[in-house]
């Protein structure tokens, strides 16, 4: 296995962990996308980071990434700290390989971390705007057919 | 170094299972109900209160309660005692649920969330939880216990993908429903479930439209029919004599996207020529009696039967609704039966005889459309709807609650030349839920829909992504309901329609002038967008 793929592994072994111990064989295990989705988008898109973060930071290709991994955990059972928190887990993973965190990386895991930051505020506002139009959309269909309740 | 900066534990603690204390939170929850509807609808304890309370105010006696509940119910369903005794915690169940695939919490696997209830069940209804107590997997029944169920049971919207895997055919459906009902016998209730309950006991349907409201409504539809085509099109009301009775989930007549698949059931019904009524009695096909308890089902469906009986119909036509249909498949008949005073359905245009429906005595409209299709009896302009690219979302209870699988399909393979199926593992009878379903499709509840709607998403998302695929259609009324807010976070660009808003738009009627429109009032494509004129049909 090369350095990176290691590292990789590590890094979603490390996020794999933030979920429930029991949940685990499963997120780990299950190859299919459709039958483990979260499993299988944590793996892409942090295969996909690591790939950009420690080659061309590609801004597109990262934003997606951070999109689709942030939308999943903005929704889950985490606090704002522990959705992001993910970022950081990859100089552990580094560590624990056994290899040093290069000035360069460390500067890059800073910036997505705050580039994470916003996608999580930004899909926590999306949500809240969400569900702002359905109360809009209920009150509209209440006052157009003069619904009452009993 | 090691960071010192955050100390957050990345692990969750790994606690036992049977610990039943369970964390509110706003945005995961649904909120309690009102007590004017428990009221209305005599049912106990109606109080104010909200599951982030610490005392729930529960009744003295409701250890007494939920325990003579439970024994009424095992004695009275002998699936209920069959689905305590016979589970064996093999597991195929585990990873088939939405909300687990989505939550990744271990108790929303459907076997874990039956041995909530199970394990209480053991406690107090065998011998060996009786004597051996947790060794023996029972657990005391506590008020942590109770807002346990209410957290689970109300994470699950009984869609019943679970049942499919199951070797033994539990139906954990009914599990959510016999916990819920419990739940019910204590005040324990979600408002959500219970507003629409009360309206649909008063006036007809979930929203409370009074008969003059339903009546603007239809007519309003009518004249925007009317409008589209250049013809005169009516859809009468309450008509007695009429041959069928037609039923529909109240919110095609008062929601978005739902209404255009009203419009599109009055230009087929127009262009047949269909003998046919709507009631304002029976206007709501959805039964959220279904999401509390089995008594309230039989309230509200019993209201069909009564009016095709009133009205003297011969038989029964139902809309694009989800739940209307398992009602109706698996509990109608024998709930509100026997139908002996109406007949066994016959379509008035091909003389097909449904037998599927010779004891119920009502079909489903995408059975009675796929069947004028199949005998020639529409004109269809398939180029009508190339601005569409679409996919279908096999609805839950249409799905695995009656098989109805092929016809939505075959129907849509006709009114449209770019169809293309989402992945095999997540359609047809192993279908995921949208995760609104079972009185869950509130907005309070969004951060729950939203991780239950996800495996959903993943793959509408592969198909966009793969065909450009932008309209996602279902027959069910709470997908048309939920899936607008669903997608836009998950898979912003592809919209939601039903199988008869297309059929609209394909269907060229007698008469009708020059369209130039759909049904949404947006322009037709102008050039062909495939090349060849054939159907781009392929599987994912």
Redesign the interface.
Known sequence: MSADRAIVERWVERVLQSYPAQTLPFLRGEQDPFRNPVGHTLRESLTILAGELMGKMDRQRIAQALDAIIRMRAVQDFGPSDAVRFVFDLRTAIREWGGAVPDSLESRIDELALLAFDHYMGCREQIFALRINELRLKARYAASEEGETP | M??TL?Q?E???P?GD?RDPHVEFRK??MCYSAAP??LT?LGLPNPRVWQPTDSDWKLPPDWKKTILAGMKERLDKFRSFRLFMDVCVRCGAC??KCHF???????KN?PVARAELIRSVYRRYFTLSGRIFGSLAGGRELTEDVIKEWYYYFYQCTQCRRCSVFCPYGIDTAEITLLGRELLTLIGCNINWVM?PV??CY?TGNH????PH?FK??IDFAADEASEITGLKIEMPINRKGAEILFVMPSADY??TPHYYTLLGYMMLFHEIGLDYTVSAYASEGGNFGSFASHELMKRLNAKIYDEAKRLGVKWILGGECGHMWRVLHQYMDTMNGPADFLEVPVSPVTGTVFENARSTRMVHICEFTADLIHHGKLRLDRGRNDHWNVTYHDSCNPARGMGLLEEPRYILNHVARRFHEM?E??IREQTFCCGSGAGLGT??N??IR??GG??RA??VK?VKEKYGVNLLTCICAIDKATLP?LL???VPGVEVGGVHELVGNALVMTGEKERTTDLRGEALATESVLASGESEARHA
């Not at chain 2, 687990?100 to 271990?106: E, F, H, I, K, V």
């Not at chain 2, 929203?207 to 009074?210: D, T």
């Open positions: 090691q960071e955050i957050i990345p692990k969750p790994r299972w945005g995961s004017k509807n209305y585990a990873d687990y695939l989505g939550t990744a919490d271990p696997m507003e009360a309206n008063r929203l409370g439209i009074q409201g603007d409504s008062f929601a992945p593992n997540t907005d309070e969004l951060e939203l991780r996800f495996p993943n793959a592969y807010t836009e976070y998950w």
